[in-house]
């Protein structure tokens, strides 16, 4: 087997000691190529960072920070995570980098410790409204500890009103104000939040998770130009590395943010993940990034625009940056879950929505997201958006129709072998051999 991201000998050996398990990688790596994901949360990393997840890295326990380590041995260690946070600092133009943080969710609760004391108020965007759970909605831990309120997109263009923010923080004093979201398709007003931030005395936050990849190729406005204080992002998403977190800081939260990673919330940082996020952010500084960063975007102009005129509704109108949301409750007569399995039949991946100001649960939503990210990787442009977007049409229209999801789903799959994905070029064939 020629696949770039495992060796033969291996891969031999998997097959012998866990034949289940190999299946089940056979299994998804099929269905990671034949079909098209369309997460706007997920894309395909770079080949180089399977390669390092799967390093002796992984091995290493590296408590502490470089030249500050609870285990000796560290000489390999402290050069990777060096360079990870150099080169963090160096592409957002931030003055602090701390690369550890294991996920998303564990980054942004590292920083409310770091900065916060237990019962201050935190102001996010309402997650119905395309926030975030780790903004502090109801059911999670961080809500038992902070005060947690909220703004919202305003009928009926979608959008945040500042003025309104700005009411809200006068009344409700935050402490930090919190930029980001998971699902709202418009650009922040970054400045404008400075100015709120500022008029109540509050910390300002970006979670970009969504769009680090994006701001790293400029393509999309850095907070950190705005005289944030701190930003964090996931490394998994638009940045095209492995599964992790980064905050971002001035220097003056540096030693509290520190503090509050380790030893505050973690003991030893994944090393094999640091490794492959080092090399992340060399790439995303290339200029074939940068244009994978500006296709990204003009996909999903053309993904919202064709949309749009087959009839769809599109919350707020459009999107301007990777992601945009459908409200297939008005649009197609049918819940989020209900055109989530629909695609999923036509080999489309997309994932249930809310909508904001619909009343249907999130296990039950109006809506689906969907985004741009994955299908760039494969080098798909605006007329495989168009194409994809014939296919998901015919499919919302029709959601019970077994013979026409199936012949989609052969329209999708043969769209899918033009454009193999990056290291898995030569999957396909043979782990349908191998399965
Ligand atoms: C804005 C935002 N913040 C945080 C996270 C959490 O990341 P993770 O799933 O890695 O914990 C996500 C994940 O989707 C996100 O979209």
Redesign the pocket.
């Known amino acids: 087997m020629s696949n770039f991201t495992y060796s033969t000998v291996a891969l031999d050996r998997l097959q012998k000691s866990d034949s289940e398990i190999f299946n089940a990688l056979m299994h998804e790596e099929i269905r990671q190529t034949e079909g098209i994901e369309l997460i706007p ?1 997920e894309t395909y990393p770079f080949p180089e960072v399977y390669m390092l997840l799967g390093s002796v890295f992984n091995n290493k326990y590296a408590e502490g920070y470089p030249g500050r380590r609870y285990y000796g041995g560290q000489e390999n260690t402290d050069v990777i995570e060096n360079l990870a946070r150099d080169r963090a600092k160096a592409l957002f133009r931030a003055e602090h980098a701390n690369v550890q943080p294991l ?6 609760e590292a920083v409310y410790f770091g900065l916060l004391q237990p019962g201050d108020t935190i102001l996010g965007m309402e997650l119905s409204h395309g926030g ?4 502090g909605h109801p059911v999670t831990n961080m809500a038992k500890i902070f005060n947690f309120v909220r703004y919202r997109t305003e009928i009926p263009d979608g959008r945040i009103d500042l003025d309104k923010v700005l009411h809200i923080a006068r009344e409700t004093k935050p402490k930090l104000i919190i930029c ?3 699902s709202y398709p418009r650009e922040y007003d970054y400045a404008g939040f400075r100015k709120i931030a500022d008029a109540v005395g509050a910390l300002l936050m970006a ?1 970009v ?2 769009l680090g990849g994006l701001i790293a190729a400029d393509a999309l406005k850095n907070p950190m130009d705005f005289g944030f204080d701190v930003m ?1 992002t ?1 490394t ?2 638009t940045l095209r590395g492995p ?1 992790g ?1 980064m905050i971002l800081c001035k220097k003056a939260h540096a030693a509290a943010i520190d503090k509050s990673v380790f030893p505050g919330m973690q003991g030893g940082p994944h090393m094999h993940q640091i490794a492959a996020i080092a090399t992340t952010l060399k790439l995303v500084a290339t200029d074939s990034h940068k244009a994978y960063a500006r296709q990204v975007l003009a996909n999903a102009q053309t993904l919202a625009q064709t949309f749009l005129d087959g009839g769809a509704h599109v919350v707020t109108g459009g999107t301007e940056n990777h992601l945009l949301v459908l409200n297939t409750a008005t649009g197609f007569g049918i819940t989020g879950d209900i055109a989530e399995h629909a695609l999923d039949q036509t080999g489309i991946t997309v994932n249930r929505n809310v909508v904001p100001d619909e009343p249907n649960p999130p296990f039950r939503p109006s809506g689906i997201r969907f985004g741009s990210p994955a299908a760039t990787v494969r080098g798909m442009g605006e007329a495989e958006m168009k194409i994809l977007v014939r296919i998901m049409l015919a499919a919302l229209r029709d959601p019970k129709n077994e013979t026409l999801l199936s012949s989609l789903r052969e329209e999708t799959r043969a769209l899918c072998e033009q454009f193999p994905v990056p290291g898995l070029e030569s999957v396909t064939a043979a782990c349908r051999s191998a399965a």
């Not at 996920?103 to 942004?108: K, Q």
């Not at 975030?132 to 903004?135: A, E, I, P, Q, Y």
């Open positions: 949360s996920s998303g969710c564990p980054m942004n975030h759970l780790s903004h980001g979201h998971s979670d998770s969504h964090t996931t998994h998403k599964r977190g």
